[in-house]
């Protein structure tokens, strides 16, 4: 028994269910932003931080347009506390601000995996950073002080690695 359907009348059973789809898509994409990062305010991490009194906390100024605060938290941790910011840079890449005074030997296997090793110092701002690599493809700078250690690590660029070091410094 042989079908009446032609192969072209498949074609345009297809075309009619898969045009509504893109278009559907393409108003999210372009009307809705289905694509951007959703962003928050980090102020009630770094408020909660302030707060607990438990390390001196900086928060980032100055960074500009194009910076994104896509994560903010406030956590007490085994042996200290740890606040971390998220940010999606202008160029679209990632990273991570901690800032905590858990003990560095313990802190840093954590924050950029047992890899992680020194690769140097670097002077930005008032303060000398340690270069670290990290998981992956990722880079580190780690400031080490008495009372807290601040770690910005992610996949950005060195330029918006240090920006973000800079502006928290």
Do not use: C, H
Request: glycine share 10%; no cysteine; hydrophobic share 40%.
């Amino acid at each position: 028994m042989k079908s009446d359907r032609s192969p072209r009348d498949m074609a345009i059973s297809l075309l009619v269910l898969l045009i509504p789809i893109v278009l559907l898509l393409a108003f999210y994409r372009g009307f809705l932003g289905g694509d951007q990062p959703t962003t928050v305010d980090p102020t009630p991490a770094f408020e909660q931080a302030r707060a607990a009194g438990a390390f001196p906390v900086s928060e980032p100024a100055a960074l500009g347009d194009g910076w994104r605060t896509v994560r903010a938290s406030y956590r007490t941790a085994e042996g200290g506390a740890v606040l971390r910011v998220g940010y999606v840079t202008p160029e679209g890449r990632g990273l991570q601000l901690v800032q905590s005074d858990v003990p560095p030997e313990r802190l840093l296997p954590i924050e950029l995996t047992e890899e992680g090793r020194p690769q140097g110092q670097t002077d930005l701002g008032s303060s000398t950073w340690q270069r670290y690599t990290a998981r992956g493809n990722e880079q580190a700078l780690v400031l080490l002080q008495p009372e807290r250690t601040v770690i910005v690590v992610g996949d950005a660029r060195d330029n918006e690695l240090r920006a973000l070091a800079i502006a928290v410094d």
